[in-house]
């Protein structure tokens, strides 16, 4: 049996914008967690760590530059009333809250002034960039942007973006995709959904434990679905341009338990979740078994009649299954699952 639902939590909240009222809710935190006897989570065993991947107004409200609708139409929406009910009625439970942020800034190597064809126009949202497409000309590196992106003196970015663009291409996972500007540092698009905000806030002051937050994504060179390592580490010359996040992985496989939720179950959250596996099959593959997978708090990227990605989602949650790692749905205690029940 869970913890109850505190009275502020308003379900039909996750689709719209509002100011968390902090003060308020540290005092309902504080009086709730007496309430109902919930100790500090440095006591927690078994550990249990709730990593909420790309929770962004950006990704999960209509309306928004990359809203994951899912098939429903509603995906992101529905997932995270969802993901705030698990929060509250397990809040007793989960020991720490890692959110991670999808952060970017206007001049980045996905996004569309970056490129010029041979007119000066730049592509629009969403055109796949080939390495064909490079060496021909028909995409270059915007010349007016060269100064600013360039790590070092001297650096041929010609060159590195063929390099990159045909990395992704061997890479299996996506081609160089142009996306919308999305996710942009400073911007209300960059913030958490305000009810999972809330919800977050909310469990870091009745736990005790602050809400571990994970910037990726803002390195102008790379994309960075997963939140442990960018799509590319070296450039053309085999010299490095960004770098894995060790301190991240160490963090996570400290705690006993790992739950994921958040967008996009397709891309982001997959992505995060296989180079997890493809640590933890290098270091103890038994330890996948403590991995699960909250499937009813993440949707597919599904754009009607141009993408629906959702069978490739399926797909790869089937794979970590057969891992060992489990799927799990937010209505079950988590205190129920195998391997968590104290």
């Known amino acids: 049996m869970g913890w109850p639902l505190p009275p502020h939590f308003d379900p039909g909240a996750t689709a719209r914008l509002f100011r968390v009222p902090y003060l308020e809710r540290a005092e309902q935190a504080r009086a709730w967690a007496a309430e109902h006897g919930i100790s500090p989570a440095a006591s927690d065993s078994p550990s249990v760590c709730l990593v909420l991947v790309d929770v962004q107004n950006t990704f999960c409200l209509p309306g928004f530059e990359l809203f994951v609708a899912g098939r429903s139409g509603t995906g992101a929406v529905d997932d995270n009333a969802r993901l705030c009910r698990f929060i509250y009625t397990n809040l007793g439970a989960i020991t720490q809250i890692v959110a ?92 958490l959904v305000s009810s999972v905000e809330e919800a977050v806030f909310f469990h870091a002051v009745a736990r005790d434990r602050p809400t571990r937050f994970e910037i990726k994504g803002n390195n102008p060179l790379t994309e960075h679905y997963s939140v442990l390592r960018p799509e590319v580490l070296e450039d053309h010359e085999g010299l490095p341009i960004a770098g894995e996040n060790t301190a991240l992985l160490k963090a996570l496989l400290s705690f006993d338990v790992l739950i994921f939720a958040g967008q996009a179950k397709s891309h982001c959250l997959a992505w995060t979740v296989e180079d997890l596996l493809t640590e933890i099959r290098a270091r103890d593959p038994g330890r996948a078994e403590r991995v699960y997978l909250l499937e009813d708090c993440t949707s597919p990227v599904v754009v009607p009649g141009v993408v629906d990605f959702t069978e490739r989602a399926d797909a790869a949650f089937a794979r970590f299954a057969g891992a060992g790692m489990h799927r799990v749905r937010s209505t079950t205690p988590l205190r129920s699952w195998p391997g968590v029940g104290r």
């Not at 600013?148 to 160089?176: C, I, N, S, T, W």
Request: aromatic letters at 10%.
């Open 100 to 191: 991670t942020l999808d952060t970017h800034s206007a001049i980045q190597i996905f996004h569309p002034v970056f490129w010029v064809n041979e007119a000066g126009a730049h592509p629009g949202p969403h055109t796949v960039v080939s390495r064909e497409d490079v060496v021909a000309g028909v995409w270059r590196v915007n010349p007016k942007i060269l100064a600013a992106v360039a790590p070092r003196p001297g650096f041929d970015l010609e060159a590195y973006v063929r390099h990159y663009a045909g990395k992704l291409q061997a890479g299996g996972k996506y081609p160089l995709t142009i996306w919308p500007y999305h996710a942009m540092l400073g911007g209300i698009g960059h913030a």
